[in-house]
């Protein structure tokens, strides 16, 4: 009976991993890269001044003033944003596409600062534990760095990504920095920790994370600066029958590591 039993879990076992295992299409990757292309479309408007910088001063009157209270309170004011090209949602097959901005405010502390901050990738592991593991920097020049990354996450389940980032730093006008970075390589990891430590084949994975985009907007004012940060990620789709194993994670992971991102940084900084 326990042989019996044994063998019946380990094969159950053996059926959610094959259920999991999923391909990165490139029609995913085509979609996803569009929508990228008709979200930086709308940047560029914000980083030429011919649209708010920040998002929050985007927000009708009332809504923008109790937005400012939020974070002039300390709190993260996170929002889910949804590209439309021509009014029309932009489909993403095989694929979820992920998009949040936050914002936070930090007082008292000037663009410099947060630049430094943000630039000192060999402190990931000390400044964002447990969420990033390891950090190096791998070439720099200028105000653009490659950077590897290995991050943690865990919703339900938890999963270790070797990520490489290429990170640029675009001045935007007096008192503003723009932030764009880039996943030029995500591959998830199999036994961390381990002996048996190795990559999984790229882009055929579990698909937790394919692609992930992050552009952040300093403002530096008098009263302090306020740090904007705006993800779009790619994960997989929920496999029928799967949905309260991976749902949880694909859902909850790219919002909370925004908050996250936002709280740490001002945590750090004052």
């Not at 698909?207 to 004012?221: A, K, T």
């Not at 302090?224 to 940060?229: D, K, L, S």
């Amino acid at each position: 009976m326990k042989t019996c039993l044994m063998i019946c879990v380990a094969v159950g076992q053996l059926a959610v991993a094959d259920a999991l295992a999923a391909d990165l299409r490139a029609r995913t990757a085509a979609a996803f890269d569009r929508y990228v292309r008709v979200t930086e479309a709308r940047m560029a408007d914000e980083v030429g001044g011919r649209r708010p910088f920040l998002w929050v001063d985007s927000l009708a009157g009332p809504l923008r003033a109790d937005a400012y209270e939020r974070i002039r309170r300390g709190e993260i004011v996170v929002s889910r944003l949804e590209t439309r090209e021509g009014g029309r949602t932009i489909e993403v097959p095989d694929g979820l596409c992920h998009h949040w901005v936050g914002t936070v405010f930090v007082p008292r502390a000037g663009l410099a600062r947060v630049i430094a901050l943000m630039q000192s990738y060999q402190r990931y592991p000390d400044i964002y534990r447990p969420a990033v593991r390891r950090a190096k920097i791998l070439s720099q020049d200028d105000g653009r760095f490659t950077v590897y990354l290995q991050l943690f996450m865990k919703r339900v389940i938890s999963v270790v990504l070797n990520t490489e980032n290429d990170v640029r730093y675009v001045p935007a006008g007096i008192g503003r920095m723009n932030v764009r970075s880039y996943s030029t390589r995500i591959a998830e990891v199999a036994d961390p920790d381990t002996p048996q430590e190795q990559e999984k084949l790229v882009g055929h994975d579990e698909g937790f994370l394919w692609r992930f985009n992050n552009y952040c907007s300093l403002e530096e004012r008098v009263e302090g600066t306020y740090v904007q940060c705006e993800s779009i990620s790619l994960s997989r789709g929920i496999p029928t029958g799967l949905g309260w194993l991976i749902g949880p994670f694909v859902a909850s992971i790219p919002r909370e590591s925004l908050e996250s991102t936002l709280g740490t940084i001002r945590a750090a900084l004052r």
